[in-house]
């Protein structure tokens, strides 16, 4: 586990939609989050769309948050809804996951 220090520390929920679920987009989202020092999760919603939580340094995340837009190489994302998540920076998760 990578841990995260960060100088100007944010959080984003994203919304992925499009062709996200059973095409290794969760996986390649952990992968790239984790080289990042970015904190959070990825999961399957009910509607076949993906939530992104992502804590980290802000031009960490702003460059992660671009990336959900290409995803994995099978993937085909349609929208990106991105929202400002606060909480302190203890509260954070201790690495990226999967569910």
Do not use: K
């Amino acid at each position: 586990m990578r841990t995260v220090s960060v100088a100007s520390p944010v959080g984003r929920r994203c919304t992925v939609r499009g062709r996200v679920q059973g095409v290794y987009y969760r996986a390649s989202a952990q992968q790239r989050a984790r080289l990042a020092g970015i904190v959070g999760h990825a999961r399957n919603l009910a509607d076949g769309s993906v939530e992104v939580l992502a804590y980290g340094d802000h031009a960490a995340i702003e460059q992660f948050v671009a990336w959900l837009w290409q995803g994995s190489s099978a993937a085909r994302v349609t929208d990106v809804a991105v929202e400002s998540v606060e909480i302190e920076q203890a509260a954070w998760p201790h690495a990226f996951t999967t569910s």
